[in-house]
């Protein structure tokens, strides 16, 4: 259940309209989506969240696909059915196949599962993993 409602164009301070514009022409739509439409009570937030991801999901060392199905992994993780949609929409449409679709399926539930077994049997990691060596 939501605790605040999406604001239409209308609502929305022009602060935030502004940001909606931002959103429209980056992703060559009118559409906006409710989580945008729900930052925009607070349009300082709005603003700061859509230029850090826009900075985030930009092409760099990683492609944008492969961006994308990241953050339906980590939505995933964290449970947020909202964004496993949006992603997964947004990787479909950077060009994620449906076999690409269903092996990241297999990698999300495999690391789940070889995540709890780990935690549950209290296993450290391997000084051969350390990183920062």
């Known amino acids: 259940m939501a605790t605040l ?12 309209r502004a940001v909606f514009d931002a959103i429209r022409t980056a992703r060559g739509t009118d559409f906006v989506n409710a989580f945008w439409r729900t930052l925009a009570h607070d349009p300082p937030r709005l603003r700061a969240v859509w230029e850090q991801l826009s900075a985030v999901m ?11 199905m ?21 990787a479909k449409g950077k060009g994620m196949t449906e076999a690409q679709h269903a092996e990241l399926l297999s990698v999300i539930g495999m690391a789940a ?8 049997l209290g296993v450290a990691p391997d000084p051969e993993f350390d990183a920062a060596r």
């Open 5 to 16: 409602r999406p604001l239409s164009d209308d609502e929305a301070s022009p602060e935030a």
């Open 58 to 68: 930009a092409p760099g060392a990683l492609d944008p696909l492969v961006k994308e």
């Open 70 to 90: 990241v953050y339906v992994a980590v939505s995933t993780a964290n449970g947020c059915a909202y964004c496993v949609h949006s992603h997964t929409a947004a």
């Open 113 to 120: 599962q070889t995540n709890a077994l780990v935690t549950a």
